[in-house]
């Protein structure tokens, strides 16, 4: 792993629709470690969107957080999270 560059990966969440098992597509805050300080924070992941990006501060230490998520076709998702200047 190089500095300043994490990734997490949450298993699906799942939904019972008609007898089949199917991914929910909803909202979802996901736990990770923030680049900077390294403390533990929650970003909100929308399921709805297989990648997104963009910048969220830190809620610990204030600085901007690189983030991108992706959500794979059995509705896990990846998170990375890095410090802005990588």
């Not at 979802?28 to 390294?38: F, K, L, M, Q, V």
């Not at 809620?59 to 957080?65: A, I, L, N, S």
């Amino acid at each position: 792993m190089c500095a300043g560059y994490q990734i997490y990966f949450h298993p699906p969440t799942l939904a019972r629709i008609s007898g089949n098992i199917q991914p929910m597509n909803l909202l979802e805050e996901i736990a990770i470690n923030c680049p900077y300080c390294g403390e533990s924070i929650t970003v909100l992941v929308d399921g709805s969107l297989e990648q997104q990006q963009y910048i969220e501060d830190c809620q610990v230490c204030c600085k901007p957080m690189d983030v991108q998520v992706f959500i794979s076709a059995d509705g896990s998702c990846r998170v990375e999270a890095r410090n802005e200047n990588d």
